[in-house]
Nanobody, 124 residues
């Protein structure tokens, strides 16, 4: 059964860093574009980063560009999101997703597989 599990969330002060992990079981992440999304209370889920399959080209939402880095470790079947210079407005539940339509790197929430999410809270 295909499954994604996020980890690495927590409470951090503004300016701090966290690294989120997205581990897959039941399928190989290398074969898919992977997206990271977040959803704050009362807000819609928004795409923040994705990594394309094959050449690992990356895309970032403008509000996180230069602070967040997405990467993958194919041996560990895991995708990471390194988050630096965190701000209170980054507080949200963070989700990873796989299997976008056409296998493209997309910041739209139209992926087939989703993890359960991990909470990130940034205090001021």
């Amino acid at each position: 059964q295909a499954q994604l599990v996020e980890s690495g969330g927590g409470l951090v002060q503004a300016g701090g860093s966290l690294r989120l992990s997205c581990a897959a079981s039941g399928f190989t992440l290398e074969n898919y574009a992977i997206g990271w999304f977040r959803q704050a209370p009362g807000k819609e889920r928004e795409g923040i980063s994705c990594i394309r399959r094959g050449d690992d080209d990356t895309t970032y939402r403008s509000s996180v560009k230069g602070r967040f880095t997405i990467s993958r470790d194919n041996f560990k079947n895991t995708v990471y999101l390194q988050m630096n210079s965190l701000k209170p407005e980054d507080t949200a539940v963070y989700f990873c997703a796989a299997d976008s339509p056409g296998y493209v790197c997309s910041l739209l929430p139209n992926y087939g597989y989703w993890g359960q999410g991990t909470q990130v809270t940034v205090s001021s």
